[in-house]
């Protein structure tokens, strides 16, 4: 099939009779160079495709220097007798001035015998293949965007020196780019390793508006999503919006720390801006595009903006670069235009010094040296060199030499050179560098990546625009401890500051925006970094109060068994028989019952025992109250009402109405514990309210739940306390009732005492005092109800006798009758 083929005719080409150019060198193999030794602005646009002329624009000095090291890395290489021996490397090198208009040194690179093949045409005819093997460079992101596919499609490699955009480490897109320099994700990396070493927090980040700006910009953002830095300010840097401006607007934000990530050329023009607007007091963060740049280390009050850091990478000497600089400029190279092979081959850069080419900005020296030397070794892999020889037999294709590239592994001035699996280097490291007053750049840490991620920053050696002091960059101070932040507006930069209460802390390192709650079994005062435990407190049983409560608990019992002893032995004698008779005993039984309640007051409570605290005691002095109340009724009924209503004696004497009504309420108040019981037991309760930093045990009863036994039992006492009252002028040896009386006021007095305190005080002492509420209780009725009649039976038996009793009543019935 005939093959297709577009012929290049875009520059003269006339064979030199003189010493070749400074670009070109004859070789067995050709590697290709892509320097910018010249700044072409291309920002105003064409409706055609122009090619453009670079020795017309801005000289680049530096990277004149960088295109020398190539050439040295060449003829080190030609010179040496282990790498390539007997095999001559040649280059073909082009000034690369734009993004857009160096298509036809690109396409001479990829031609084949000046021509030019669709995509394609090479793979199905291995007969041909590019002119060069490799190419080194680009240097920047964007130019290295514009021209990479051209190479990408063959496979041809593309080992950059500069371009830095993480964008190239998707292999997929570019299979045969790799680079000698980090990404900008480990630059970001770096800066932002300085921004957290020193604390700041309200940054400004200003880049190129070009590939590699932007790229930096998107990781930067993306890397402080997860810190305590806030972008307050970013702009591009194109050359449309004033410096003036961009000035203004970072000193209304009252940012102190301006990131420039940049090419040297944007970074250079906007610091010389800073110095005529006099812009002061600020901390500026170099890119290593700027970090080393001599000639703002040399301008006048560059001290006045502020101080500067920058990451640069490592420099480092390479033996023999400065006298071939010194032997180059004394050769004569021929550079008209009718010797000139290709277009952009001139560089009209005499004037150039060696002294001055020395001491430019080493920046990306060793970037350039190893990605030379790389391909050498890929080349020196594919052709199987040995000792003294190749093989001759190789045909090298760029494919292969990529291949070769990818496996990279050997060492170059104490270096070992080699890629990832994304093309990336696995070598070298940055230094952090700072411009001190001598107008000289001064290392002050470093931060290394291979094998592992290791900085180090020298604090001390860092001059700082604030006297000595670090400065600081915040949208507001740091809340003082045991303060929570509460962000104000879009950054979490900017907040204001409020204290934990009480029963919370803040843990920063956590949530710097949240106070959390302690447990229940912790406690903190305000404004607390931590919690600290509760302590735990109940009534042991060993506590002197609890003891003698207990005693009077047991001394109750006692009391109540000799009343009940010596009742049976006078059972059939009035006062027994007025006082209740069989119905007595019942009293007593209940009232030594409860007081079995008292002692489950005691020690650490238990479900068991918040039942036997409330349940028996409940139940049973209820029974008790029933009892008081029949009793009460029967001594109004015989004194006031029996006589009006004989009918109502009669049927209760008959049915025996008393023992039917305590029955009824047994069994009423038996069924609403039983309910209340059964759906909402009381529990043991930890009361944390009142003290905060105590846990006091106790026992928690449902009031709703057990509403209708409290009301109950209140509606007894009611219903006794007016029968009673009723019987307050009976006869004055014979009365009961005010007996029953003063009982309930004892109790009810009791009671009011007790709840009055529970309002005020919630201590632990407070479970002692129900306890003796509940006692004092039991003793109201026992003191005051039984133990006069126990007096009258032992010290008084002339007034327990039949005739004395009768006598009062016979009384009494005249005197109502009257």
């Not at 000289?59 to 190539?70: C, G, H, I, K």
């Not at 702009?235 to 970072?250: A, E, P, V, Y």
């Not at 001139?346 to 020296?365: A, G, I, K, M, T």
């Not at 005010?738 to 529970?758: G, P, S």
């Amino acid at each position: 099939m005939k093959s297709f083929c577009v012929f290049l005719f875009l520059c003269a080409v006339t064979v030199s009779t003189v010493l070749a150019s400074e670009f070109h060198l004859e070789g067995d193999y050709l590697i290709g160079g892509l320097f910018d030794i010249h700044y072409g602005d291309t920002s105003s646009q064409s409706d055609r495709p122009e090619g453009i002329d670079c020795a017309s624009h801005t000289f680049v000095p530096t990277s004149y220097r960088r295109f020398q090291l190539m050439r040295f890395a060449v003829e080190e290489i030609n010179n040496s007798t282990t790498l390539l021996p007997n095999v001559t490397l040649g280059y073909e090198i082009f000034d690369h001035c734009t993004v857009s208009q160096n298509f036809p040194e690109i396409l001479d690179l990829i031609s084949v015998n000046g021509s030019v093949f669709p995509w394609g045409e090479l793979q199905r005819d291995l007969s041909k293949y590019s002119k060069v093997m490799a190419v080194v460079g680009p240097f920047s992101s964007s130019e290295t965007w514009t021209i990479a596919p051209l190479f990408m499609m063959d496979l041809i490699p593309l080992v950059s020196y500069g371009a830095a955009s993480s964008d190239f480490s998707e292999k997929v897109k570019f299979p045969s780019f790799l680079r000698t320099v980090h990404s900008n994700k480990v630059i970001i990396d770096v800066i932002v390793s300085i921004i957290l070493h020193f604390k700041w927090r309200w940054v400004a980040f200003l880049n190129s508006d070009d590939d590699f700006g932007n790229n930096g910009l998107e990781l930067f953002i993306s890397r402080i999503k997860d810190t305590d830095i806030c972008l307050a300010y970013k702009t591009k840097l194109n050359g449309q919006k004033k410096h003036s401006r961009i000035f203004k607007d970072i000193e209304a934000q009252g940012v102190k720390i301006i990131i420039v990530f940049a090419v040297d050329i944007r970074a250079e023009a906007l610091v010389q801006s800073a110095i005529q607007l006099n812009v002061t007091n600020k901390v500026w963060i170099a890119g290593d595009t700027w970090s080393l740049n001599e000639n703002l280390l040399k301008m006048k009050d560059i001290r006045n903006i502020g101080t500067v850091l920058g990451v640069s990478q490592s420099v480092m000497t390479i033996p023999g670069f400065s006298e071939f600089i010194y032997s180059s400029k004394y050769q004569s190279y021929s550079e008209t235009e009718e010797e000139t092979k290709f277009c952009n081959q001139v560089c009209n850069c005499s004037s150039l010094s060696p002294e001055e080419l020395n001491s430019l900005d080493p920046s990306f020296s060793f970037a350039v040296y190893s990605a030379t030397y790389a391909v050498a070794h890929a080349l020196h892999n594919v052709l199987q060199c040995g000792v003294g020889k190749c093989s001759g037999n190789t045909t090298v294709f760029p494919h292969r030499v990529l291949a070769e590239l990818k496996k990279s592994d050997f060492v170059l001035l104490n270096h070992s050179i080699s890629f990832d699996r994304d093309g990336d280097p696995q070598f070298g490291s940055y230094s952090i560098v700072f411009w001190n007053k001598s107008g000289d750049v001064q290392d002050v840490g470093f931060y290394s990546f291979h094998p592992s991620v290791h900085s180090f920053i020298n604090d001390s050696s860092i001059e700082w625009h604030t006297d000595g002091e670090v400065p600081t960059s915040l949208c507001s101070p740091e809340c003082p401890v045991g303060y929570a932040k509460h962000q104000d507006g879009i950054h979490e930069c900017c907040f204001s500051c409020e204290i934990c209460p009480e029963g919370s802390y803040i843990n920063t390192t956590e949530d710097p925006h949240n106070c959390i709650s302690c447990s229940k079994m912790e406690w903190s005062v305000e404004g607390s970094t931590s919690c600290n435990l509760r302590t735990i407190e109940f009534i042991p049983f060993t506590d002197g109060l609890a003891i003698s409560i207990m005693f009077g608990a047991c001394a109750l019992v006692v009391i109540t068994a000799f009343i009940s002893v010596l009742f049976t032995i006078n059972y059939n004698t009035p006062v027994v028989r007025s006082a209740g008779g069989p119905m007595c005993f019942l009293i007593l039984g209940c009232l030594s019952l409860c007081s079995v309640s008292v002692f489950f007051y005691f020690d650490k409570p238990t479900f068991s025992f918040c039942i036997l605290r409330y349940f028996p005691f409940i139940l049973l002095y209820t029974l008790c109250i029933a009892c008081f109340v029949v009793r009460s009724f029967q001594i109004v009924c015989i004194f006031k009402i029996s006589a009006k209503f004989p009918d109502i004696q009669s049927w209760w004497t008959k049915y025996h109405g008393q023992w039917l009504i305590i029955t009824v309420i047994f069994f009423i108040q038996g069924f609403l514990l039983t309910f209340g019981f059964l759906f909402n037991p009381p529990q043991q309760y930890n009361e944390t309210q009142w003290y905060p930093d105590k846990i006091i045990l106790s026992c928690e009863i449902n009031l709703k739940t057990y509403s209708g036994s409290f009301v109950f039992l209140l509606f007894l006492c009611s219903l006794c306390f007016i029968f009673s009252y009723m019987g307050k002028d009976l006869p004055k040896n014979y009365n009961e009732a005010k007996a029953i009386t003063f009982c309930l006021m004892l109790l009810i007095a009791t009671w009011v005492l007790f709840l009055t305190e529970y309002m005020l005080y919630r201590g632990v002492s407070i479970i002692s005092h129900n306890a003796v509420a509940l006692l004092s209780s039991l003793y109201s009725f026992l003191m005051w109800y039984f133990l006069p009649k126990c007096y009258i039976i032992i010290f008084q038996p002339q007034k327990n006798t039949p005739q004395y009793f009768q006598g009062l009543i016979q009384s009494y019935t005249k005197t109502i009758s009257q």
